[in-house]
């Protein structure tokens, strides 16, 4: 058996709170051409990618055109991706796919930044 092992640039922890964000995705296939889109939420994101809770995840290497709604944002974050690694449900239950952003624009950058900026202001340190 192929042995698993951390691969992403980014550190990715558990689920933090106010991480889940509506997205929406598209597979590109090799002619460019784009499927029906999918609806799906993040159960974790950050600047390098994130991780999008779906119960038929496409396979490791699929390449994406993700459409995410951060609340902080009246509009949405369109960009590319790629599905880095697929978890099947079996370690915690949870059906999805890892994937990493790619073509992230510094607007783009910013939106998010001041997502997870508003999350942590909001947190009570009593």
């Known amino acids: 058996m192929a042995e698993k092992r951390e691969r992403r640039d980014h550190f990715r922890g558990k689920p933090r709170p106010g991480r889940r964000v509506e997205v929406t995705y598209r597979v590109v296939d090799d002619a ?3 499927s029906e889109p999918h ?6 994101i950050g600047v390098g990618g994130a991780f999008i ?5 496409p396979a ?3 390449r994406l055109m993700l459409s995410i709604h951060v609340p902080t ?3 949405r974050i ?5 599905v880095r690694w697929i978890a099947d449900g079996e370690l915690d239950a949870v059906h999805g ?3 990493k952003f790619h073509g992230l624009d510094v607007p783009q950058l910013l939106e998010l ?3 997870f900026t508003s999350l942590t202001s909001t947190m009570d340190f009593d």
Do not use: H, I, Q, W
């Open 60 to 62: 490791a290497g699929s």
């Open 78 to 82: 369109e960009l590319r991706g790629e």
């Open 73 to 75: 944002s009246d509009k």
């Open 53 to 57: 809770v779906t119960e038929d995840p």
């Open 113 to 115: 930044n001041e997502y």
């Open 39 to 44: 609806k799906a939420f993040t159960r974790n």
């Open 97 to 99: 796919m890892g994937v």
């Open 32 to 34: 460019g051409e784009e």
